[in-house]
């Protein structure tokens, strides 16, 4: 090998290397080599690759030392500091824990094995880690195999048995904070092993916060609010229209409101003789006469199985491709500040917005042993919940519709009744659905009834969503013991 050469400059050297033909960049003892500013000569790609990854691994093992050098110097510093060692909090340099001060403030340790998590984000007792879930809990014991590995090598190697238990909790100042118990077999160099358990701690901190870009969005977007009606909805729709012309149609709001009138094929036969819309239909040309410069369009669609995809399919290649849908309900109380948002989180080829409204309780359970509910009650625990397992409310474009469906297989397109627009946007899109609370959508309660020919998730989560929306678990369960104390008496 043909050793190294230096181009002295005042105070600095460079240096450059040359490499033999088959050299390799992992056997070079060489400090000249490590220190080299350029090596020669790189006659092929993959040779090209390894002193990258050489060098790349000289670099991080660095900045290691570095960090391990700032460590000493701040638990040698923390001896004087006016807190003393509570400065130096482990692991070193990360933020310390946050400290509650009350008890409303503690952070909450979730448990959980290889298989289950307990005290899920639904309030279940216990559920089936999966997905990302899983793969953190597997990543995490990987990781505290590889540390206790690194400690006791070569005098013992440890390999996993099982989780005993597994604790964690986010804190929002320094990050995702585990505890593990572990039983491992421990193995010595001899071969004699014993099987032992060891308590880690680890932490997976917040790194640095980061800026994503996002395509720019307006506030003067129109918005198309498709409503949806059956024949169990024609009760609500006087409410309906006197709130939307408040909202919208006296402050010049830029929307354009169209109803989807749903027959089934029973109602459809009889419509020109007993229109079970004739009443809504009047109304809708009142308010037009009210108000001459709003035209409040409507469809009408005959089907046994009322999908939103079936409906959208119509709605789609009626409007443009610009178009920015907000699919809404006859029970959904609309207001400018919700508008707004919606043409802010649904971005055209970027994002589509599923707001989680805030649904009351039946007034029966809320406002129990009380004279009458209140008018307009505060959005309080009392009052209602977040219903996250409602999904009807979206914003989209059509233009990201129609892309999604395009990407729909054959198949899945058979049964098209049996996913909604979400389950769509989740499986066939590449878009961001962006779904959070909203606390400007409100619904009023009233009886929802669930279809079962929507398929079986669709059901599921509609006779779920009905069930939660009747009262908090405290307020129905004082109802029950009050009946069970007069059926004892």
């Not at 014991?141 to 048995?161: F, H, M």
């Not at 036969?269 to 040309?285: E, L, S, T, Y």
């Not at 707001?355 to 809320?366: L, S």
Request: charged share 25%; net charge negative.
């Amino acid at each position: 090998m043909d050793k190294r050469e230096a181009a002295a400059r005042p105070g600095l050297k460079y240096y450059h290397y040359k490499l033999d033909k088959d050299s390799d960049p992992y056997k070079e003892d060489d400090e000249q080599f490590k220190n080299a500013l350029t090596v020669h000569p790189v006659s092929e790609p993959e040779q090209m690759y390894r002193l990258h990854k050489h060098f790349t691994q000289l670099e991080l093992q660095r900045t290691y030392n570095e960090i391990a050098k700032l460590q000493a110097e701040i638990k040698n510093v923390s001896v004087v500091a006016f807190d003393g060692n509570r400065t130096s909090q482990w692991p070193v340099g990360i933020t310390a824990p946050f400290e509650p001060k009350t008890r409303f403030e503690v952070l909450r340790w979730e448990y959980f094995t290889e298989e289950h998590v307990y005290l899920c984000a639904d309030g279940s007792p216990k559920c089936e880690l999966r997905g990302v879930d899983r793969l953190d809990v597997v990543d995490v014991i990987g990781a505290a195999l590889e540390q206790l590995n690194d400690k006791y090598r070569p005098a013992l190697r440890l390999t996993k048995q099982q989780l005993i238990n597994g604790y964690r909790r986010f804190d929002p100042t320094r990050g995702m904070e585990y505890t593990l118990d572990l039983q491992l077999e421990a193995l010595s160099p001899q071969g004699h092993s014993r099987s032992i358990a060891k308590r880690v701690h680890l932490v997976r901190p917040l790194s640095g916060i980061e800026i994503i870009p996002m395509p720019y969005v307006t506030e003067a977007t129109r918005v198309h609010v498709i409503v949806p009606l059956a024949l169990h909805d024609r009760g609500h729709v006087d409410r309906f229209l006197e709130a939307f012309a408040t909202g919208a149609f006296e402050s010049s709001e830029n929307t354009v409101l169209t109803f989807l009138f749903i027959y089934d094929p029973l109602e459809a036969q009889q419509v020109r003789h007993n229109d079970i819309f004739a009443g809504i239909k009047a109304q809708i040309a009142g308010y037009e006469r009210k108000y001459p410069a709003v035209e409040i369009p409507w469809i009408s669609v005959k089907t046994e199985t009322p999908a939103q995809i079936k409906f959208m399919d119509i709605i789609s290649k009626k409007d443009p491709v610009d178009t920015l849908f907000f699919l809404a309900d006859v029970n959904t109380n609309l207001n400018s500040e919700f508008l707004n948002r919606c043409r802010m989180n649904a971005i055209n080829n970027w994002q589509v917005f599923f707001p989680v409204h805030f649904q009351d309780f039946h007034p029966a359970v809320a406002y129990h042993n009380q004279p009458a509910p209140p008018a307009a009650a505060d959005m309080v625990k009392e009052a209602g919940h977040f219903d996250r397992g409602a999904f009807d409310e979206a914003c989209f474009y059509n233009a990201d519709y129609m892309a999604t469906r395009a990407h729909m297989a054959p198949d899945v397109q058979d049964n098209e009744e049996l996913l909604d627009v979400y389950d769509v946007f989740v499986r066939y899109s590449s878009l961001h659905v962006f779904r959070a609370v909203e606390p400007a959508l409100r619904k009023r309660h009233r009886p929802q009834p669930c279809n079962l020919r929507l398929g079986e998730d669709v059901y599921h989560r509609c006779v779920q969503s009905s069930l939660e929306g009747l009262g908090s678990r405290s307020q129905l369960a004082m109802l029950l013991f009050e009946q069970e104390h007069r059926n004892s008496t």
